[in-house]
């Protein structure tokens, strides 16, 4: 008789995040596949729980895959963590899933704490519909085709951040798509948990040291409305406004011309001898 396969939420900051059912799971499943097993090991000793715990991370996820459906196969039921929240989003967890459906092994969600609906729903942005972009590419062509693509939206969209990448990404946020409404969670559930509200620039100004987990929630609603406003303002108007917003003169000339569909060369020679503020 084959085993079960639990994916299992756990909390992503504070220990008593967790259901009943989830800790009821983890007493009787036969192994534990953990993102970080020292990690993990917190959480069980937490709960009093003693269980033969294997590595499952990002980089040996297709060889422990193997691995751990063969035990399935065997007969025993496994429980697949992450460090924080819900496996599979932007953590370990898809490829086992994968590979389970071919095997026609029992998947079973144990639901829970997942960072991205808890900060949407303390954001006060639209709720009813929401793109979630998970971690930003580094490659610069795919990162560029990602914020192409986010401009299209017309919606909340959700993105996590590292601290030591989170100014970069509001600064290519600001560039790329403009100086929009957003939201940033940071810290959830810990002792340090904090909601910052405002424009992209605003945030920049507020992140003086960056620490913890971050995410962002970009207010795209009815962003094509505000472009189409644009389009009707001058350029000169234009240039005004985002100085006072505090973009630098660079910014200013790249974001004109997305927004006037023309070179940004024609623009840059138009307020070659702007101030810069």
């Known amino acids: 008789m084959k085993g079960k396969l639990y994916l299992i939420a756990t909390p992503i900051g504070n220990l008593e995040d967790i259901t009943f059912r989830a800790i009821e799971t983890l007493k009787n499943v036969d192994i534990i596949a953990a993102e970080d097993t020292r990690h993990t090991l917190k959480l069980l000793n937490y709960y009093q729980i003693s269980k033969p715990l294997i590595s499952y991370h990002r980089h040996n996820e297709e060889v422990k895959s193997d691995i751990l459906i063969e035990k399935l196969l065997s007969g025993d039921n496994v429980a697949v963590v992450t460090d924080a929240g819900t496996p599979g989003i932007s953590d370990p967890g898809e490829e086992i899933v994968k590979q389970a459906i071919k095997n026609e092994i029992e998947i079973i969600p144990i639901p829970g704490a997942c960072a991205m609906i808890n900060a949407l729903i303390v954001s006060g942005l639209n709720t009813k519909k929401f793109s979630f972009y998970g971690f930003l590419p580094l490659n610069h062509k795919l990162r560029k085709n990602a914020f192409e693509a986010i401009l299209k939206e017309e919606k909340t969209v959700i993105l996590y951040e590292a601290p030591h990448k989170i100014k970069k990404t509001l600064e290519d946020i600001l560039i790329n798509i403009g100086d929009i409404e957003c939201v940033i969670a940071r810290e959830l559930t810990k002792i340090h948990e904090e909601i910052l509200r405002g424009t992209i620039s605003e945030l920049l100004e507020k992140l003086e040291d960056p620490k913890g987990e971050f995410i962002l929630l970009l207010d795209l609603n009815g962003i094509k409305n505000n472009d189409e406003k644009n ?47």
């Open 231 to 277: 389009v009707e303002k001058t350029e000169e108007e234009l240039y005004k406004e985002y100085q006072e917003k505090g973009m630098d003169k660079k910014e200013i000339i790249k974001k004109i011309a997305k927004e006037k569909g023309v070179s940004r060369n024609e623009i840059y020679q138009k307020f070659l001898n702007y101030p810069c503020e």
